[in-house]
T-cell receptor, first 115, second 112 residues
Framework: DAGVIQSPRHEVTEMGQEVTLRCKPI?????LFWYRQTMMRGLELLIY????????DSGMPEDRFSAKMPNASFSTLKIQPSEPRDSAVYFC?????????????FGDGTRLSIL | KQEVTQIPAALSVPEGENLVLNCSFT??????LQWFRQDPGKGLTSLLL?????REQTSGRLNASLDKSSGRSTLYIAASQPGDSATYLC???????????FGKGTKLTVNP
């Protein structure tokens, strides 16, 4: 079975531009998570969905960030306008249910650089 | 607010050595603890998941233990190999939710 698929793997863009990150979760997984990883702050949860519905977006840093999950096989994380401090690795993960003893599975991430 | 700490931040050992990685968390009201491995430029790979009703889990040369009351977990790696070189992260759920709170990891280097 294919794992979590993220695109693009790398993104370099100028400050002020819109950035869209994409994720395809593992088929059949009910939960989808977006994380951000930086050297200073480590790995932080931004938002997660259950059955395509956003459940907790308390980790989204500000209104410039938005996430959608239009169907069970696709999610996007959008930053508009982007700023240099948004530079990080963004991971998508999916799972059946952590409370059911099922682990989260991660994609390889998108390395984002805002110039 | 749950906080997860991993000590040491980096560890270098010779091949063949047995080693222990440590993880501590501030809120003992957890349901699950998960250990991950992260290779450079890659995502996280789940190694072991321990539910609160369990005290340990084993997979091959890896053994993870959980002591909820003291807020601690250890990952034991037996007979380490250069291929074990990676960053190991510990994560716990927050308040029984699906949210995971991560430590900053221990970067392990196993020297041939």
């Amino acid at each position: 079975d294919a794992g979590v698929i993220q695109s693009p793997r790398h993104e370099v863009t100028e400050m002020g531009q819109e950035v869209t990150l994409r994720c395809k979760p593992i088929s059949g997984h009910d939960y989808l998570f977006w994380y951000r990883q930086t050297m200073m702050r480590g790995l932080e949860l931004l938002i997660y969905f259950n059955n395509n519905v956003p459940i907790d977006d308390s980790g989204m840093p500000e209104d410039r960030f938005s996430a959608k999950m239009p169907n069970a096989s696709f999610s996007t994380l959008k930053i508009q306008p982007s700023e240099p401090r948004d530079s990080a690795v963004y991971f998508c993960a999916s799972s059946l249910s952590l409370q059911g003893g099922q682990p989260q599975h991660f994609g390889d991430g998108t390395r984002l650089s805002i110039l | 607010k749950q906080e997860v700490t991993q000590i040491p931040a980096a560890l270098s050992v010779p091949e063949g050595e047995n080693l222990v990685l440590n993880c501590s968390f501030t809120d003992s009201a957890i349901y699950n603890l998960q250990w991950f491995r992260q290779d450079p430029g890659k995502g996280l790979t789940s190694l072991l998941l321990i539910q609160s009703s369990q005290r340990e889990q084993t997979s091959g040369r890896l053994n993870a233990s959980l002591d909820k009351s003291s807020g601690r977990s250890t990952l034991y790696i037996a007979a380490s190999q250069p291929g074990d070189s990676a960053t190991y992260l510990c994560a716990v759920d927050q308040g029984g939710s699906e949210k995971l709170v991560f430590g900053k990891g221990t970067k392990l280097t196993v020297n041939p």
